[in-house]
């Protein structure tokens, strides 16, 4: 994880970089930040420029053996604590090491219920546990492997039970060369006692912005949706990520009942689906195109024998397996076809009643009685 990777926080990237650059780096550091403000991943970044090996003015290097390491999480001065259901009281953290780094590269912005899902669920009281903090204690005593420092990230403190109290000594008094980071999300459910041991890094929302810009540019959203979902996020990049799924599960409802209506030609219920469609609004209607597109695609694979490329949830692969039941290889083509004029034509402000009767009904078309459109290029099945 480099600086560069993160979105925003360009203040507080440059106040970790100075206390490198001062060498003023303190050894227990308390990262303070609201949930999807990316301060887990900005600790990351900020211990991996500080064992990187060929370092820029501003930003780890990103190639050297530390920092590849760093990348996957696998370096072995680099360690993690974060809460954890634990089934016995011997637990610790490293028995979910291999879903944590999964979770986290998957997603650098992750949730505790994000994070709860990742884990098995039975159990519900996921915490820090005294073995956990006497497991700590042991790594830290150790020298360092590799790197001048050894990094302990502890993400989400709050969840430290009151045994969290014996970690205060390697608090205070740390052994040489080692980083404690503490990333937490609420100051007041934190131990007093570890508060006034750490040194305070403020981490704060990230701007609507920065949120939009992540979504426009990394997610294919449109301008209009993505100032919308990151105003309503309210800087949470991970609620925003939330919101985007939940838009695109509409867009599911949406295509499915849609294919549904048009291959059993229900007239009624197709005009209902006119009727929605063009209340939509252009962008969310070349957005719901642009999915219906993909999932054709999708349909493509399965068709072709090559299901093991499918990318979908459950639900979604679950429809487009009977879909294609109603289905070719030039059909789809077909499908897709009309759906890409369709896109074309709503970004030239067709009227969209008439453009969504008329595409509904050469599905009905194709997929009813067989009738390709003129053009259609023809696929050697
Ligand atoms: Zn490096």
Known sequence: MQFSDIIGQEEVKQHLVQTVLENRVSHAQLFLGPEGSGSLALALAYAQFISCLEPGPADSCGHCSSCRKYSKLIHPDLHFSYPFFAKKAEDTALKYLSEWREAFLSNPYLNLNEWRNQLDAENKQANINIAEC????????????????????????????????????????????????????NQDQILQTIISRTQLVKIPRLKDRDVSELLMYKKGVSETKASQ????????????????????????QLFSAWMRMTYADQGGTILEFVDKAAKLGRENQKNFLRFGINMIRESVLILSGASQLVHLSDAELNFITNFSRFMDLQKAEAISGELEKAHYHVERNANPKILFLDVSLQLVKI????????GTQYIQN
Not at 148 to 160: G, N, Q, R, S
Not at 229 to 252: C, K, M, P, R, V
């Open 134 to 185: 006497h497991q700590i204690i042991h790594k830290l005593s150790l020298k360092p492997f590799e790197s001048e420092y050894k990094v302990m990230i502890m993400w989400l403190p709050e969840h430290l039970e009151k045994e969290g109290n014996s970690l205060l000594k390697i608090i205070e008094e740390p052994a040489q060369k080692t980083l404690f980071l503490l990333v937490a999300q």
């Open 229 to 252: 979902i990151a105003y309503l996020s309210e800087g949470n990049l991970q609620a925003a990520l939330t919101f985007l799924q939940s838009d695109e599960n509409d867009n599911f």
């Open 367 to 374: 997929l009813k009685f067989n009738t390709l459109p003129a």
